[in-house]
């Protein structure tokens, strides 16, 4: 195995102008420049040689030789097909990796970890592509796939959203969802000029590191999500109003009224002024009512 030789911009280049690449705008193609940003990345996911590494959007390979180095085994997953030889040819002195040319939304990843990991926990590493973030990291925590934890690049909004608390304007749905399975850190804050090409936005590398066990405890999860989904939809609105109107549940004003008065929350509160364990004892006590 060689040492990572991808990583900065002459070698990207001459990689980009032998195959005659053209970078596709609609998967989010941002490679990375910056080898003490992808040493930044691969020192915060830990990664050892016995580390099974799920890597999303490989691009040209270029961190995938960094993880290869660290982890027993890479699998790597690339929608775009054009990007197949260039990764056979950037890859090929590391026996330790597997590409698969898909889109990581169609994958079966708990199945994955279960037959290349005996269902051990497996790290997830990548410098995603930011049109899909969300529904990859809440697929990753919904899906039961067995997950010690996922260090990603993200747009710096979206790292923000995921570790703030309540009574700030990027408190959400995301943030709650991603605190309730994960501990967020933003381990590094990237300027554009570390990408080719530059994106429009700021970015941060995130290390969600999955809890063992949830910290607050919740006997309907579902529920509790369809809640918070609900509180947030109409952010202007009080929680009763968001909940009532709420497609997704069908509870009576007067049982979502005397549930609000039962948690000990005021009338005209908003949702984005709860925290994660009121939300646990909002849907605890709904649960009560059935
Ligand atoms: N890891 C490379 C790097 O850091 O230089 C490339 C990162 S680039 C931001 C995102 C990568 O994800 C691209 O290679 C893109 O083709 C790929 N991608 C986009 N959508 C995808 C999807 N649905 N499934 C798998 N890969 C995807």
Do not use: W
Request: neutral net charge; aromatic residues 8%.
């Amino acid at each position: 195995m060689t040492a990572p030789y991808l990583g900065n911009p002459k070698r990207t280049i001459e990689v980009l102008q032998k195959y005659e690449f053209v970078f596709q705008k609609k998967f989010g193609q941002n490679f990375l420049i910056d080898t003490h940003v992808l040493d930044k990345i691969v020192n915060a996911a830990e990664i050892t040689k016995e580390d099974f590494v799920l890597e999303i959007g490989p691009g040209i390979g270029t961190m995938t030789q960094y993880l290869a180095s660290a982890a027993r085994e890479v699998f790597a997953v690339e929608i775009d097909k054009v990007l197949i030889p260039i990764l056979e040819d950037t890859l090929q002195d590391y026996e330790n990796v597997t590409i698969l040319n898909e889109d990581i939304l169609k994958v079966d990843i708990r199945k994955l970890a279960e037959e290349r990991n005996g269902g051990k926990p497996i790290k997830v590493v990548a410098n995603l592509p930011y049109y899909i973030t969300t529904p990859i990291i809440m697929g990753l925590f919904e899906g039961e796939v067995p997950i010690d934890s996922i260090t990603v690049m993200v747009q710096k909004e979206v790292a923000d959203r995921m570790q703030v608390g309540p009574g700030t304007k990027d408190y959400g749905a995301l943030s709650l969802a991603v605190q309730y399975y994960a501990e967020p850190y933003i381990v590094a804050n990237v300027p554009p000029n570390c990408f080719m090409p530059r994106p429009k936005v700021g970015s941060a590398v995130i290390r969600l590191t999955r809890h063992e066990k949830p910290p607050v405890a919740v006997e309907d999860t579902k529920l509790m999500f369809r809640i918070i989904r609900a509180s947030f939809n109409q952010r202007r609105k009080t929680l009763a109003n968001g909940l009532k109107n709420s497609p997704e549940l069908s509870f009576t004003k007067e049982e979502i009224q005397n549930v609000i008065a039962a948690c000990g929350f005021p009338e005209g509160i908003r949702g984005e002024a709860l925290t994660l364990e009121a939300f646990a004892a909002l849907a605890n006590a709904f649960v009560k009512l059935r």
